[in-house]
């Protein structure tokens, strides 16, 4: 059974980065597409960004530029690097295939806060 692991979240003031990590045991990671989702409080959970297997992305429009997705299909390991946070990026951020597939992780809470 896939264990999704999230980590590298934290407090972070606008303006500032932060590098979420995801590491996946137990599949054939490389075999699909992975993304970030995050849900923020009252809302609900929203695709963020999409790595293909290809490394193709895309982005939900009101991250992009700011935040890249990333892969290391020999690390079954999917990245996000988040840069000019703002305090509407706060979420509990997690990892899953596209479409989901996966029993969803414990997440990574992300808090953009003066």
């Known amino acids: 059974q896939v264990q999704l692991a999230e980590s590298g979240g934290g407090l972070v003031q606008p303006g500032g980065s932060l590098r979420l990590s995801c590491a996946a045991s137990g599949s054939i990671f490389s075999a699909y597409a992975m993304g970030w989702y995050r849900q923020a409080p009252g809302k609900q959970r929203e695709l963020v960004a999409t790595c293909t297997t290809t490394a193709s992305t895309t982005y939900l429009d009101s991250v992009k530029g700011r935040f890249t997705i990333s892969r290391d299909n020999a690390k079954n390991t999917v990245y996000l690097q988040m840069n000019s946070l703002k305090p509407e990026d706060t979420a509990v951020y997690y990892c899953?295939?596209?479409?989901?597939?996966?029993?969803w992780g414990q997440g990574t809470q992300v808090t953009v806060s003066s």
């Open positions: 899953n295939a596209v479409p989901l597939k996966y029993v």
